[in-house]
């Protein structure tokens, strides 16, 4: 169950782990259904699909830097307790958007409609992928790791490996 205070906070009770985490995932997509839809495109890679070609650069470059059959294997990896969830948000998340299609002239945010395209079904890895995503944007640049290390090895191998290595940290230092 989740009641909002008077000042719009949800605050959700629950019987167990899965309950608790179905009510944050439906008070989820009642507040931010357009920018999680995005999270999750952003994050899979399929923004083009519905913003244009524009974006399909930043979908290839999202494509090449991870593997969803990593993300769906790490999750059957949890303990059941653990699993529950990523299941139960997205079962929430998805209780919402069934009932915004329901009721889509009053209920669908005003960014579908005007993108012409309507959320979709969530599942456990949605969750999964959207938070490691999140960490991976947030704390290093993922793309430049390959990059990094072929600059590196070009450097030690026409300075010599003290040099090198002297001039790599120094540039990633500037």
């Given at each position: ?28 997509a009642q507040d931010r259904l357009y920018q999680m839809e995005m999270a999750r495109r952003s994050s ?13 650069e930043a979908d290839k470059a999202t494509r090449s830097n991870f593997d969803p059959a990593s993300i769906r294997a790490q999750l059957q990896a949890l303990p059941a307790d653990d699993r529950q969830i ?89």
């Open positions: 169950m989740s009641i909002r205070d008077h000042y719009g906070v949800p605050h959700i009770y629950a019987q167990d782990l899965r309950g608790l985490y179905y009510g944050y995932g439906y008070a989820v899979n890679g399929t923004v083009a699909q519905v913003l244009g070609k524009g974006y399909l990523f299941e139960g948000y997205a079962a929430g998340f998805n209780a919402r958007i069934k009932e915004v299609l329901a009721d889509k002239s009053r209920l669908l945010p005003i960014e579908f409609v005007e993108e012409g395209f309507e959320p979709a079904p969530w599942s456990a890895e949605d969750v999964a992928n959207i938070w490691v995503g999140l960490i991976l944007n947030r704390f290093f640049a993922g793309t430049q790791e390959v990059a990094n290390l072929q600059l590196l090895e070009r450097l030690k191998a026409s300075r010599g490996d003290l040099i090198g290595q002297q001039l790599y940290d120094a540039d990633a230092l500037a």
